[in-house]
């Protein structure tokens, strides 16, 4: 039972993590229909800038953390404007081709520029702290908080500011957004500048709590996008609730089966659960929609 | 109000349009004016471009020639929030609201450009024309009847106060007896001074609100006049009014 | 280039054209965002590795390969063909993980990562295919039938139905169509061909392990097909050759060694691609208009 | 839209050509050759580039070395550097430019075992030399007459671990292993020969490649409370083991493969997490041959040496004799290897030869301390020895 507590920790960390990713990543699904598989990158090149700001530029910790939330959100909407508005009118799939390649391009321009090194954050002090039976470390309980704090914060955006319902009207159908006066491209932008802003935060929690490689991209990608299908496409909450199941999924199931299954678990729930919730858990029959064209 | 008197005060003026998705035309060669006041209906046979003739007036497809202009001014090849902010609002036919916004944020997205207290006037303005959506402010437009939706629709239009408004087969679908409201709130828009553009496929209904129509075949206009010329026009009742 | 480089690369080039192919029938011409298809290729390479090892002949342990692969995206096809666009994209992506994990851990029968070694040549009554010239013969031979299968199939009424499916699937419906029925064989038939590719890679390299049939192949193959021009078989031909020719011939473009060379390789691919793609969004050879009844 | 297609095909066309002309000066193969080249095949893209790229960083030192010396008997040395991406397919690709257009003689690589098996039957094929600078998968002793390795095969760090075993006088240990060849290779060699001498294991515990969180793997292993655990890693995924198994309250004596023993793994980590970890270290640090590499790699990159590059030092350094020796073909080289190994000894140790081409390394027990990896002091008896967490602090 104590080992159990333990694990859904665990989960619930990892479930933080994927969390911040996925709901970006839902956010652009939502604006544009397309699955932004650079945005696992996009996480990466964000922990890479916490990386140089605290390590060679003895930035503090904190003010690190924002200043490459504000940087990768630059970054983000640098890459729709180069790699995906060009291509709004064209099949999505020419969007997800973009996308893949635009991946490509910040691997190999960290690993240029960084190096194929594993690096650290090399925090000190980092030792965890015993409550009850759990372990924790100071980087874990902030992963959890600054999942929640952003998570609320993001629900306040989209449902109380002009912004954010704009965000969600703009999802909800681009063309009257268009047509009642809202300036879709600014709104996309700023989902962009949100979504990497989110992105970075998750890499830069992930490089904190483990280290860092040009590579850390895809597979941050991958559970993110599996998050964000499972919770229902462009729902955003839906995204968060898939986050933290496959989180919690994934690690309490290495518990019963070998761990090399790992990933075979969280992908098994998901078909799994698509299998009875076509549309995933809170995605409605209609939004099921057909990116390849 | 009368057809000769109308180029004096046209507000919309749609010159040679030639337009289309991507390489396809859908569009070849629509004039038409419309001036203040007026109602001006478009009747056509499904996929005779009517939907397609108000996207492009507002943006929304690919336009190879022809000029659109507004009160004087070109607003051809404009992004559509921009054309918005001109005076022209547009009801789309389908996907007219915002489904998972409430009510209430639909029509303040409607008012997108629109300050704060000018913001709230007007919805109080549209929750007194429907009283029905005052009551469901609070509900998700997703859950909305047919003839809700609809009155949303031309709510959340009329947000930016519009000199012009641009509907698109607003009783498609709708019970008889709600199409009957729908039209009759029509009346009472233009009553309010907006000028109305109406595209229609129930002929009858829309000519008989006009003040002046005209047909689209094909992608090209092949009758107009005033609603009741084209009413009594016998080519007209056999392709459009069922003989 | 000096000649035996450049056969080499064709004799690569036939198997992924053959991918290419196999893909754009499922992805291409129907719609069906299928991200699992290393799998079937990886599922034709360890059948007939395997069975050729075992002493069966290579012509009947291809036919085994293509049954075998075949029958896997049946098994898949039941559940899955009923979601659409992204639902089904996470979907087969998993499944394609899950077999990969499946040929990593199943030591007894795949000896797992470390890989199959020693595996015979193709042969066909006593011709053997030892050389990479003669195995061009094959190659060639093979990509020619799979691309005549192909195009048969496209411009049959079969392939309009498929066409129409990826178009509106709903309207074929309405047609009386049982639409599942066309996408499972097309998943079937796409697949086969899939393992017909995954066979002749594992005897032409004679060494086969799971790191080669890994979910970036997948993505490399749709690059090529989104390029090429959804649903057009010899635009996936020709841009797998442009592909192949560019991604390797960056090798030969004398980059400085304290640039990694390597990784700028890889950017500037990526740049190529992003290019490419905003400037041809439907593909090098459009798709042909296909005339609807 | 055709215009368009049109312009990018031109585009095309003229990248290709440009690619072509890059080629087609190829120089032919004269009496003499201006400089000696020599491929290099590895991962230097992708997940596993931290160990490619590592390679390469000693390859680079080795020749400048070499060429700073004056070369080989005037003539300098060039190594050209090909990407495998690690796919088996790539890895051909980059041997046949090597071998065709290149023509050289030898071949460093790869890193991966599984890489360097595919590559192997190529290379007796076309009769190049191949030089693993550290695959050890036991089936690479099969591969043919062209085939060495400078690092032991894995067969022989199992054998190495039970002595650890006996030394610290456990009967009941974990391991916890990588799944992948290399570690799998390793485990089983620790299994069969830790239990032929009547060891018993607790649990064994496999984990998953590339990932980055290993919480519910360290909690099985803990909750067999092993007093020892062996573990086989790469540097990656090995420093998030030991940093969650400190985070997670493990408490138990580590003993480590070689391929851990690496500078970065306490820097990864973190000092606490990984203080008294014991390893085994293929070669020595403490010769003067390695100190003297330290030194030259630190004055180079600025950075100290990451994992391998010491053999890949010694991979270069031997190719760099057996040309000088046997001359720059390749059956020279592929005789003059054995001989020159016979006496080298570089920074990874000495490096001679077995039949199959294999070194036969040695190993030197190392410990944690204040975060830097440092020669384990064995207790003068080892019946008396206290245990080894006393040891280490």
Redesign the interface.
């Known amino acids: 039972m104590e080992i159990f507590v333990q694990l859904l920790i665990n989960g619930v960390i990892a479930g933080g993590t994927y969390a911040l990713a996925a709901v970006g990543y839902s956010m652009v699904y939502g604006a544009l229909k397309f699955i932004n598989f650079a945005h696992g990158s996009i996480a990466m090149v964000g922990a890479y800038i916490a990386f140089v700001l605290v390590t060679m530029a003895d930035v503090p910790l904190v003010p690190a953390f924002l200043g490459s939330m504000l940087l990768t959100a630059g970054l983000g909407v640098m890459v729709e404007r180069v790699a995906y508005r060009p291509l709004r009118r064209a099949p999505k799939l020419a969007s997800l081709t973009t996308a893949i390649a635009v991946s490509f391009v910040l691997d190999a321009a960290v690993m240029i520029i960084m190096g194929a090194d594993i690096r650290t954050f090399s925090l000190t002090g980092m030792r965890s702290y015993q409550i009850g039976p759990i372990y924790i470390t100071p980087v874990q309980g902030a992963i959890i908080l600054t999942s929640l704090v952003f998570m609320v914060g993001l629900y306040g955006l989209l449902t109380r500011t002009k912004l954010g319902k704009a965000i969600r009207a703009v999802a909800d159908g681009i063309s009257l957004a268009e047509v009642s006066g809202i300036d879709t491209n600014l709104i996309i932008s700023a989902v962009f500048a949100i979504g990497s802003a989110l992105a970075a935060a998750s890499g830069a929690l992930i490089g904190m709590d483990t280290n860092l490689q040009p590579t850390m991209g895809f597979i941050i990608t991958v559970k993110a996008f599996a998050a964000v299908v499972l919770g229902g496409l462009g729902n955003v909450w839906g995204a968060v609730v898939g986050a933290f199941l496959i989180g919690i999924v994934e690690n309490t199931g290495v518990w019963f089966i070998p761990p090399v299954w790992k990933d075979s678990i969280a992908y098994g729930i998901l078909i799994l659960a698509l299998f009875l919730r076509p549309s995933g858990i809170f995605g409605k029959k209609e939004e099921a929609q057909v990116t390849v064209l | 109000m009368s057809a000769a008197n109308a180029s004096d005060r046209t507000i919309l003026e749609v010159h040679q349009l030639v337009a289309g998705y991507?390489?396809s035309e859908v569009l070849h060669g629509v004039s038409l004016e419309v001036a203040a006041g007026e109602i001006v209906t478009m009747v056509g046979a499904n996929g005779a471009g009517k939907s397609t003739l108000l996207?492009s007036i507002?943006g929304?497809t690919d336009i190879h020639g022809g000029v659109i202009k507004f009160k004087g001014t070109v607003i051809t090849g404009l992004?559509?929030?921009a054309?918005?902010?001109h005076g022209l609002?547009?009801v789309?036919q389908e996907?007219?609201?915002?489904?998972?916004?409430t009510v209430r944020?639909n029509l303040?997205?409607?008012?997108?450009?629109v300050d704060r207290a000018t913001l709230e006037e007007r919805i109080e303005r549209v929750f007194e024309r429907f009283p029905r959506l005052r009551e469901r402010q609070r509900q998700k437009a997703g859950t909305l009847s047919g003839g809700e939706r609809q009155m949303l629709a031309i709510g959340?239009g009329l947000?930016?106060s519009p000199e012009l408004l641009m509907l698109d087969e607003p009783s498609l679908g709708l019970a008889p007896k709600i199409v009957e409201a729908v039209f009759e709130q029509i009346r009472l828009i233009r009553e309010g001074g907006t000028t109305v553009f109406l595209v229609e496929q129930n002929a009858r209904r829309a000519l008989a609100i006009a003040d002046r129509a005209y047909v689209l075949e094909l992608g090209r206009i092949r009758h107009q006049g005033s609603g009741q010329e084209l009413l009594n026009d016998p080519e007209v009742q056999r392709a459009y009014l069922g003989g | 280039m000096e000649l035996a480089l450049v056969v080499h690369l064709l004799v690569v080039i036939t198997i992924y054209g053959i991918l290419a192919i196999s893909l754009n029938l499922v992805v291409g011409a129907t719609g069906l965002f299928n991200l699992g298809h290393a799998a079937f290729y990886g599922i034709g390479a360890y059948t007939s590795a395997l069975l050729v090892k075992a002493g069966v002949p290579w012509l009947l342990a291809v036919l085994a390969s293509m049954a075998m692969a075949g029958f896997v995206a049946f098994i898949i096809g039941i559940p899955t063909l009923r979601l659409v666009g992204d639902y089904l994209a996470v979907v087969t992506m998993g499944l394609g993980e899950i077999t990969r994990a499946v040929f990593k851990n199943w030591i007894s029968l795949t000896r797992g990562p470390m890989g199959l070694p020693g595996i015979p040549h193709a042969s066909i009554l006593g011709i053997e295919f030892d050389t990479a010239d003669k195995y061009l013969i094959l190659g060639i031979i093979c990509l020619l039938i799979t691309f005549v299968v192909a195009e048969r199939i496209l411009y049959s009424p079969f392939g309009r139905v498929l066409k129409g499916i990826r178009e509106d699937e709903a309207a074929v419906q309405a047609l009386g169509k049982n639409t599942y029925r066309y996408k499972m064989a097309v998943l079937v038939v796409g697949s086969a061909m899939a393992g017909l590719a995954g066979s002749l890679f594992a005897h032409y390299i004679t060494f086969i392990d799971p790191s080669s049939f890994v979910m970036w192949l997948t993505f490399f193959i749709f690059l090529i097909i989104v390029l090429g021009g959804l649903g057009n078989n010899l635009g996936a031909v020709v841009v797998t050759v442009v592909f192949v020719a560019l991604r390797e011939g960056l090798r030969f473009v004398g980059l400085p060694l304290w640039l990694n060379p390597a990784a700028l390789q890889q950017l500037i691919f990526g740049i190529l691609l992003i290019i490419a793609t905003i400037f041809v969004p439907r593909g090098l050879i459009p798709e042909r208009k296909v005339v609807y009844e | 839209m055709k215009h368009r297609a049109l312009a990018l095909w031109i585009a095309l066309l003229v990248v290709g050509a440009l690619a072509v002309s890059f080629i087609t000066p190829a120089p032919l193969a004269a009496e003499e050759p201006q400089v000696y080249k020599v491929g290099f095949i590895s991962h230097l893209t992708g997940d596993a580039a931290v160990y490619g790229q590592s390679l390469k960083m000693g390859t680079e030192l080795a020749v400048d070395v070499i060429n700073e010396a004056g070369g080989i008997n005037g003539v300098p040395v060039e190594v050209i550097y090909e990407d495998d991406r690690l796919s088996a397919a790539d890895a051909q690709t980059a041997f046949l430019k090597l071998v065709e257009t290149d023509k050289v003689p030898v071949i460093l690589g790869s890193a991966s075992s599984t890489i360097s098996l595919s590559l192997c039957p190529k290379a007796q094929e076309k009769k190049v030399v191949q030089v693993s600078q550290v695959s050890t998968a036991p089936a690479l002793k099969d591969c043919g007459p062209y085939f060495f390795s400078v690092m032991a095969s894995d067969t022989a760090q199992g054998p190495e671990w039970v002595k650890v075993a006996e030394y610290l006088g456990v009967k009941e240990a974990a391991v916890m292993y990588i799944n992948n060849d290399y570690g799998i290779g390793v485990k089983d060699t620790f299994v069969q020969a830790f239990e032929a001498a009547g060891g018993k294991l607790l649990i064994v515990q496999p984990f998953e490649l590339g990932g980055k969180d290993f919480r519910t793997e360290v909690l099985k292993v803990k909750g067999t409370n092993p007093p020892v655990v062996f573990i086989v890693d790469h540097v990656a995924e090995a420093s998030i083991v030991f940093k969650q198994a400190a985070e997670l309250g493990l408490k138990t004596q580590w003993v480590t493969d070689v391929s851990i023993v690496s500078p970065e793994v306490p820097q990864l980590a973190g000092k606490e997490a990984v203080e008294g970890i014991m390893g085994l270290r293929a070669g020595s640090s403490q010769t003067p041959e390695y100190q003297a590499f330290r030194e030259a790699f630190l004055k180079k990159f600025g950075k100290e040496p990451t994992i391998w590059a010491d053999f890949a030092y010694d991979a270069m350094m031997l190719v760099a004799k057996a040309i000088e020796k046997g001359g720059y073909t390749a059956d020279g080289i592929q005789k003059a290897l054995f001989e020159v190994a016979e006496t080298y000894v570089g920074p990874s140790g000495a490096k001679k030869f077995d039949e199959y081409g294999i070194s036969q390394g040695s190993y030197e027990w190392v410990v944690v301390k204040d975060g830097e990896w440092v020669l384990y002091e064995k207790a003068p008896s080892a019946t008396e020895t206290p245990s080894a967490t006393e040891t280490a602090q």
């Open positions: 991507g390489k996207r507002f929304l992004p559509p929030h054309i918005t902010a609002a547009l789309p996907r007219n609201v915002f489904p998972s916004l944020e303040e997205m409607g008012g997108f450009t959340r947000m930016t």
